[in-house]
């Protein structure tokens, strides 16, 4: 059975204010404009649309939160928007496509998902998908299912009575289409984020960028912080008594933010701390094919899962890497052998000082390097890719029509 199909995105702000700032002469139509910004191939790309496309379905995608977008939509549809500019223009949309199935690719709230659909009956299928630690279940409430890329959420999921699914992450393979060819002039690079939850990570790069040629780029231009992290704990602790918070009528948002301002004062005491001299050797972070790019001319890039991954392999980083054809040095997971195989495809580690290990004998063993790079491409484009996923979420959503 076909069906009409649209994924609803949130990018990064930081992702957004990137690619206006590189891309200034963009088309005047709508269509056209999102086209550009899709074939950047940041998060997902389209690979949703296209590949749901080939099955037969009429596929959309929306890029929610980006206002210049957005609002050249409003303009060319002659729908008219105020303050709550993001949610108007959201709804009109899907009125004018009526959807089936909204994959819904952000975080959003209840109340937020019922007033935007609420005219449109067309829609029989909401989904989304979650890729780190759950602090209130209440917000999968709209859901027919959920999508994951932690083995473990699925079990917690289904425990609260929420169908669950888990799907890997993949490569889309036209970013190969897209990136030039290989300069491999840089030995070892990291790009990603730095905030308090990648509290390993952070370790891992401190350690690495004093004693290895590890070139980093990050967002981190202030050290993640102790108020960070308690906002973290209360919300984690505030999700596991709603009843109590109801009982009480305490507004949520208003015990955080309080807890949050009276906790500034300890703001100078960083969780991880880079020494200024790392700091200034970081490079301003990159997004889609300029991300793809340096990942493709390193020779060696670094992944350090985020802490909610636990004992699991599961973020796109692992095939990102792959997927371009470099080598990939990651985390020795429980489960990493049924992605790829250590040593032949890629190069694992269990410790800091095992990464600089690998590291270093991998540079003085380039013809090394290279096999393991072109093995490990070899499997991602064979059994990792964005079709492959989306193929069997597309079997997931005929369970459901």
Same mark, same amino acid.
């Given at each position: 059975?076909?069906?009409?199909?649209?994924?609803?995105?949130?990018?990064?702000?930081?992702?957004?204010?990137?690619?206006?700032?590189?891309?200034?002469?963009?088309?005047?139509?709508?269509?056209?404009?999102?086209?550009?910004?899709?074939?950047?191939?940041?998060?997902?790309?389209?690979?949703?649309?296209?590949?749901?496309?080939?099955?037969?379905?009429?596929?959309?995608?929306?890029? #929610?939160?980006?206002?210049?977008?957005?609002?050249?939509?409003?303009?060319?549809?002659?729908?008219?928007?105020?303050?709550?500019?993001?949610?108007?223009?959201?709804?009109?949309?899907?009125?004018?496509?009526?959807?089936?199935?909204?994959?819904?690719?952000?975080?959003?709230?209840?109340?937020?998902?019922?007033?935007?659909?609420?005219?449109?009956?067309?829609?029989?299928?909401?989904?989304?998908?979650?890729?780190?630690?759950?602090?209130?279940?209440?917000?999968?409430?709209?859901?027919?299912?959920?999508?994951?890329?932690?083995?473990?959420?699925?079990?917690?999921?289904? /425990?609260?009575?929420?169908?669950?699914?888990?799907?890997?992450?993949?490569?889309?393979?036209?970013?190969?289409?897209?990136?030039?060819?290989?300069?491999?002039?840089?030995?070892?690079?990291?790009?990603?984020?730095?905030?308090?939850?990648?509290?390993?990570?952070?370790?891992?790069? /401190?350690?690495?960028?004093?004693?290895?040629?590890? /070139?980093?780029?990050?967002?981190?231009?202030?050290?993640?912080?102790?108020?960070?992290?308690?906002?973290?704990?209360?919300?984690?602790?505030?999700?596991?008594?709603?009843?109590?918070?109801?009982?009480?009528?305490?507004?949520?948002?208003?015990?955080?933010?309080?807890?949050?301002?009276?906790?500034?004062?300890?703001?100078?005491?960083?969780?991880?701390?880079?020494?200024?001299?790392?700091?200034? /050797?970081?490079?301003?972070?990159?997004?889609?094919?300029?991300?793809?790019?340096?990942?493709?001319?390193?020779?060696?890039?670094?992944?350090?899962?985020?802490?909610?991954?636990?004992?699991?392999?599961?973020?796109?980083?692992?095939?990102?890497?792959?997927?371009?054809?470099?080598?990939?040095?990651?985390?020795?997971?429980?489960?990493?052998?049924?992605?790829?195989?250590?040593?032949?495809?890629?190069?694992? #580690?269990?410790?800091?000082?095992?990464?600089?290990?690998?590291?270093?004998?991998?540079?003085?063993?380039?013809?090394?390097?290279?096999?393991?790079?072109?093995?490990?491409?070899?499997?991602?484009?064979?059994?990792?890719?964005?079709?492959?996923?989306?193929?069997?979420?597309?079997?997931?959503?005929?369970?459901?029509?």
């Amino acid at each position: 059975m076909n069906y009409k199909f649209v994924k609803v995105s949130k990018f990064y702000p930081s992702y957004l204010n990137y690619f206006y700032d590189n891309n200034s002469n963009l088309p005047v139509d709508y269509n056209e404009h999102l086209q550009v910004l899709l074939d950047d191939c940041f998060a997902y790309g389209d690979a949703f649309s296209r590949h749901l496309s080939k099955l037969g379905n009429n596929t959309h995608e929306i890029i #929610y939160n980006d206002k210049i977008l957005q609002k050249k939509w409003a303009n060319q549809n002659n729908v008219s928007y105020f303050k709550d500019w993001k949610n108007i223009i959201l709804s009109k949309q899907l009125e004018k496509i009526e959807p089936d199935v909204i994959f819904w690719n952000m975080n959003v709230g209840n109340e937020s998902i019922q007033n935007i659909i609420k005219n449109i009956s067309s829609v029989k299928i909401n989904f989304t998908q979650i890729g780190v630690s759950i602090y209130d279940w209440r917000k999968f409430e709209p859901f027919d299912f959920v999508i994951t890329c932690l083995k473990y959420q699925v079990e917690k999921l289904k /425990k609260k009575n929420i169908d669950a699914f888990f799907i890997r992450h993949g490569f889309n393979k036209k970013v190969l289409d897209k990136i030039e060819s290989s300069t491999s002039d840089i030995d070892f690079s990291f790009v990603g984020s730095l905030h308090w939850h990648h509290k390993k990570r952070a370790e891992y790069i /401190k350690f690495l960028s004093e004693y290895s040629p590890l /070139k980093t780029w990050t967002n981190n231009s202030v050290n993640p912080n102790i108020v960070d992290y308690l906002k973290y704990i209360i919300k984690k602790s505030l999700a596991n008594i709603p009843d109590i918070i109801k009982a009480l009528d305490i507004n949520r948002n208003k015990l955080i933010n309080r807890i949050i301002n009276i906790s500034t004062k300890w703001d100078k005491y960083n969780l991880i701390s880079f020494p200024q001299q790392i700091i200034n /050797k970081f490079q301003k972070p990159l997004y889609g094919i300029d991300m793809f790019q340096v990942l493709q001319n390193s020779k060696i890039s670094l992944n350090v899962h985020v802490d909610d991954a636990k004992k699991f392999a599961a973020n796109i980083r692992m095939y990102e890497v792959t997927g371009v054809g470099t080598c990939l040095l990651t985390e020795r997971k429980k489960d990493i052998k049924e992605y790829f195989t250590p040593g032949y495809e890629i190069v694992t #580690y269990k410790s800091k000082e095992e990464a600089l290990e690998k590291v270093k004998y991998l540079l003085e063993n380039e013809k090394k390097i290279e096999q393991i790079a072109k093995r490990g491409q070899e499997r991602t484009l064979k059994e990792h890719t964005l079709e492959k996923r989306i193929k069997k979420i597309n079997t997931i959503i005929q369970r459901y029509l």
